[in-house]
T-cell receptor
Framework: AQSVTQLGSHVSVSEGALVLLRCNYSSSVPPYLFWYVQYPNQGLQLLLK??????LVKGINGFEAEFKKSETSFHLTKPSAHMSDAAEYFCAVSDPSDNQGGKLIFGQGTELSVKP | GAGVSQSPRYKVTKRGQDVALRCDPI?????LYWYRQALGQGPEFLTYFNYEAQQDKSGLPNDRFSAERPEGSISTLTIQRTEQRDSAMYRC??????????????FGPGTRLTVL
């Protein structure tokens, strides 16, 4: 069965500092991987996705993530944090061979705080 | 609007009552998903439709939960004889395609259900 682990339920960084949010997955086959962001009172918004093309994936708002098969990781990074990045971030996995339609398995989320 | 909409946004009910939660997906999207999100956790898959056909209901917790999408567009998630443990955010998502593709899911704002 697939699973996702996000290390750290809360991460706090200073404005302008590097953002690193960790995600490790467990899957018997190379999965599709996603990062979603959730702002208060809004739905989840897709930041980026890995679908077996380039291992370094660039997303919106300056975020990127690198798929590392040997480490079963898909960590999210941003070189310089902005106040508007404060939100909750979710890593998710789906099985490309899933004949049931690609349901997403989510991690528990990481809340990012950005200090001025 | 062009996004996924859900109603009501907030629902407070008494234990034992039935509730119906509605999801209106993005026009033309084939696949529709329901997730449940407890406080401090990531979304958890409940069920999934392709057009009007319920393809996977493996995530429904018990037989008090049911869902339908009779015309392949709007979907209703019904919880009968609600219990306090049913309190959560219920999220709906839709995607243009289901299985076999990169399956970007677009999420609605959710319905916050509180069972007293």
């Amino acid at each position: 069965a697939q699973s996702v682990t996000q290390l750290g339920s809360h991460v706090s960084v200073s404005e302008g500092a590097l953002v690193l949010l960790r995600c490790n997955y467990s899957s018997s086959v190379p999965p599709y991987l996603f990062w979603y962001v959730q702002y208060p009172n809004q739905g989840l918004q897709l930041l980026l996705k890995y679908t077996s093309a380039a291992t370094l994936v660039k997303g919106i708002n300056g975020f990127e993530a690198e798929f590392k098969k040997s480490e079963t990781s898909f960590h999210l990074t941003k070189p310089s944090a902005h106040m508007s990045d404060a939100a909750e971030y979710f890593c998710a996995v789906s099985d490309p061979s899933d004949n049931q339609g690609g349901k997403l398995i989510f991690g528990q989320g990481t809340e990012l705080s950005v200090k001025p | 609007g062009a996004g996924v909409s859900q109603s009501p946004r907030y629902k407070v009910t008494k234990r034992g009552q039935d509730v119906a939660l509605r999801c209106d997906p993005i026009s033309g999207h084939v696949s529709l998903y329901w997730y449940r999100q407890a406080l401090g956790q990531g979304p958890e898959f409940l069920t999934y439709f392709n057009y009007e056909a319920q393809q996977d209901k493996s995530g429904l917790p018990n037989d008090r939960f049911s869902a339908e999408r009779p015309e392949g567009s709007i979907s209703t998630l019904t919880i009968q004889r609600t219990e306090q443990r049913d309190s959560a955010m219920y999220r709906c998502a839709s995607s243009l395609y289901g299985a076999g593709l990169s399956n970007e899911q677009f999420f609605g704002p959710g319905t916050r259900l509180t069972v007293l």
